[in-house]
């Protein structure tokens, strides 16, 4: 299964990083990270609970879905940019909501048990998807400087 996703997603990168130049793929790669990193140890340290975050970050990402397949149709760079910019926002909260689930799901399993590996999955998954959702939002935003 991994194999298989991680396939479909090397392809997908491929095209996506042909349509960008290196120096806009590296500037956004920077970027990204330093965000990710940041907004993880916030989710990490902070003693808020970010749980009604989290509700409110997934009706903005159905939010979202829905504009940019409307978006497929009318063909707006316009409405393109706010998706974008929205996009970030949204990935950027779920980044710390995420670390903070994940963190809260790991203090409640038992030490080296099976479920702690299970969460320790899913959740590495999680953060890399927000990863690289937030990466191509922002490359979206910042990858102006096409090949």
């Known amino acids: 299964m991994f194999i298989a996703y991680s396939v479909i997603n090397g392809a997908t990168l491929s095209v996506i990083f042909a349509a960008f130049s290196t ?3 590296v500037k956004t790669f920077v970027v990204t990270a330093g965000t990710f990193g940041t ?16 509700k409110l970050l997934f009706m903005a990402l159905i939010g979202i879905i829905i504009a940019t397949i409307v978006n497929m149709f009318i063909a ?4 393109d940019l706010i998706i974008s910019y929205l996009g970030v926002l949204i990935f950027v909260g ?10 809260h799901m790991l203090s409640m ?10 969460y320790a999955l899913l959740g590495s998954l999680t953060l890399y998807l927000d990863f690289i959702n937030l990466f191509l939002y922002l490359l979206r935003i910042f990858g102006s400087n096409r090949n």
């Open 23 to 25: 120096t806009a793929i």
């Open 39 to 54: 907004m993880s140890l916030v989710g990490y340290f902070t003693k808020k609970d970010l749980t009604s975050m989290g």
């Open 76 to 79: 707006s760079s316009g409405l």
């Open 94 to 103: 779920l980044t710390a909501y995420d670390t903070q689930k994940i963190k």
């Open 109 to 118: 399993a038992p030490d080296a048990s099976e479920q702690m590996q299970k």
